[in-house]
């Protein structure tokens, strides 16, 4: 549906986008991770022709959003960080205001006004000003203007940004309905929001696209590092010998816990789980332990070590 192709994009000596590349099929939420900063919002403003690249190229279901803009904005419903609004207007003047502009028939208008209203919640709020409406309102009419002509695509720029808990909660059960009907893109600087609503994450740090996969294959690429850890409350040599009878250890790690207790980060040969393997020896030598887990790198380590080293190639390259 969405193809960018080697996406650059500067202003002065600043380079916002650095030759991005990726590609957005049908039928899933995408989600944008990355710092402030990171250019999130630049690559969206330019999928959506707000703003022309300074090299390659979007192509939106086959048309060039810069060579053939109305026919691939046809295809888009956008919600910028800042909603579009009209405060002087209601909700429904505002609604019509747009689905004119999206040149929605007047046949069709209506329904469609009423349909998005039932499905943002805005049936009760249709005849009030913007002005008056709170924050979270606000951003339910800039989804209902979105979603307004029901395009294939819904491009959302940090949809909950400044929303209290419950309207959060609100707005990812909305982005994840339409997700029933719509291909769903939304950034954001928020882990949690992005492991909960999005079906595949693209992780952009410093205009680059630094890993993109699902959530689950994203924490199991890191966690090829993962290790077992072990607490005993026995004198090191003894928790030696034990583990140094086990030939499916590749590596230990002691450390000392103070009140006697000794920790040990256990690596196994080819990255194998050897956690019953090591409860059964200590239980033959009649050794309790005290803790014995699998410890994996979480979304939020990946995201962590993936930016850092963004950040850490700048200051390389800098410094040349």
């Given at each position: 549906m969405i193809e960018v192709k080697n996406l650059v994009k500067r202003y002065g000596r600043h380079l916002a986008v650095d030759g991005l590349s990726f590609q957005v099929e049908e039928?899933?939420?995408?989600?944008?991770?990355?710092?402030?900063?990171?250019?999130?919002?630049?690559?969206?403003?330019?999928?959506?022709?707000?703003?022309?690249?300074?090299?390659?190229?979007?192509?939106?279901?086959?048309?060039?959003?810069?060579?053939?803009?109305e026919e691939a904005k046809k295809h888009i419903g956008y919600l910028p960080e800042q909603p579009p609004l009209y405060m002087e207007m209601t909700v429904r003047e505002y609604l019509c205001f747009a689905g004119e502009l999206k040149k929605i028939p007047k046949d069709k208008l209506e329904e469609q006004i009423a349909e998005v209203m039932e499905l943002t919640k805005l049936e009760e709020?249709?005849?009030?000003?913007?002005?008056?409406?709170?924050?979270?309102?606000?951003?339910r009419v800039g989804l209902a203007q979105a979603i307004l002509g029901f395009p294939e695509i819904i491009i959302l720029d940090e949809p909950t940004v400044g929303l209290d808990p419950k309207q959060i909660i609100e707005i990812r059960e909305l982005i994840r309905s339409l997700a029933k009907r719509h291909t769903v893109i939304l950034s954001s600087h928020i882990l949690a929001e992005i492991r909960e609503v999005c079906d595949y994450i693209m992780i952009i740090s410093k205009g680059r696209l630094v890993a993109s996969d699902t959530p689950d294959n994203l924490e199991n690429l890191m966690n090829k590092t993962a290790y077992i850890q072990i607490q005993v409350r026995k004198p090191e040599d003894r928790i030696r010998n034990i583990l140094g009878s086990l030939e499916c250890i590749e590596t230990a790690e002691y450390s000392a816990e103070g009140e006697g207790v000794i920790t040990v980060r256990i690596q196994g040969r080819d990255k194998e789980d050897i956690r019953e393997k090591l409860f059964l020896a200590f239980a033959e030598e009649r050794v309790p332990l005290q803790e014995l887990r699998l410890v994996k790198s979480t979304l939020e380590e990946v995201f962590l070590e993936l930016t850092q080293e963004g950040k850490e190639a700048e200051t390389d390259e800098s410094n040349i």
């Amino acid at each position: 549906m969405i193809e960018v192709k080697n996406l650059v994009k500067r202003y002065g000596r600043h380079l916002a986008v650095d030759g991005l590349s990726f590609q957005v099929e049908e039928g899933q939420i995408y989600g944008f991770l990355g710092p402030n900063g990171a250019g999130k919002s630049t690559t969206m403003n330019i999928m959506t022709g707000y703003i022309g690249a300074t090299e390659g190229e979007v192509l939106i279901n086959g048309h060039d959003i810069l060579k053939e803009p109305e026919e691939a904005k046809k295809h888009i419903g956008y919600l910028p960080e800042q909603p579009p609004l009209y405060m002087e207007m209601t909700v429904r003047e505002y609604l019509c205001f747009a689905g004119e502009l999206k040149k929605i028939p007047k046949d069709k208008l209506e329904e469609q006004i009423a349909e998005v209203m039932e499905l943002t919640k805005l049936e009760e709020s249709e005849n009030r000003l913007i002005h008056n409406l709170s924050k979270g309102y606000r951003q339910r009419v800039g989804l209902a203007q979105a979603i307004l002509g029901f395009p294939e695509i819904i491009i959302l720029d940090e949809p909950t940004v400044g929303l209290d808990p419950k309207q959060i909660i609100e707005i990812r059960e909305l982005i994840r309905s339409l997700a029933k009907r719509h291909t769903v893109i939304l950034s954001s600087h928020i882990l949690a929001e992005i492991r909960e609503v999005c079906d595949y994450i693209m992780i952009i740090s410093k205009g680059r696209l630094v890993a993109s996969d699902t959530p689950d294959n994203l924490e199991n690429l890191m966690n090829k590092t993962a290790y077992i850890q072990i607490q005993v409350r026995k004198p090191e040599d003894r928790i030696r010998n034990i583990l140094g009878s086990l030939e499916c250890i590749e590596t230990a790690e002691y450390s000392a816990e103070g009140e006697g207790v000794i920790t040990v980060r256990i690596q196994g040969r080819d990255k194998e789980d050897i956690r019953e393997k090591l409860f059964l020896a200590f239980a033959e030598e009649r050794v309790p332990l005290q803790e014995l887990r699998l410890v994996k790198s979480t979304l939020e380590e990946v995201f962590l070590e993936l930016t850092q080293e963004g950040k850490e190639a700048e200051t390389d390259e800098s410094n040349i």
